[in-house]
């Protein structure tokens, strides 16, 4: 069982910085791949941005420049750096890792809040 423990949310202006974490209860290197989503209220949810074990990257056209995902091995966390935020960020984000041995595993999600 992989547990995953989301940190970093909160209530920023638009043009402000946020940087979320999620760290694994094991280490990350283990799994395939490890993603960050995102829901609005209303709105289904979406792929924010998504690294691989190797390293490759990837993002939705909407934060593409301004959002960065990168892992920490050595504290088994998975980040994702907020900049240039707008209000359409708002929303609750969740990560999310591919394990090949035990499956799939969801955070239980930050909320992030961008005032205008």
């Known amino acids: 069982q992989v547990q995953l423990v989301e940190s970093g949310g909160g209530l920023v202006q638009a043009g402000g910085s946020l940087r979320l974490s999620c760290t694994a209860s094991?280490?990350?290197?283990?799994?395939?791949?490890m993603r960050w989503y995102r829901q609005a209220p209303g709105k289904q949810r979406e792929l924010v941005a998504g690294?691989?074990?190797?390293?490759?990257?990837n993002y939705a056209d909407s934060v593409k420049g301004r959002f960065t995902i990168s892992m920490d091995g050595g504290k088994n966390t998975l980040l994702l750096q907020m900049n240039s935020l707008k209000p359409e960020d708002t929303a609750v984000y969740s990560c999310?890792?591919?394990?090949?041995?035990?499956?799939?595993?969801w955070g239980q999600g930050t909320q992030v809040t961008v005032s205008s």
């Open positions: 999310f890792v591919i394990s090949p041995l035990s499956g799939q595993y």
């Open positions: 690294i691989t074990r190797g390293g490759s990257t």
């Open positions: 094991v280490s990350i290197f283990g799994f395939n791949a």
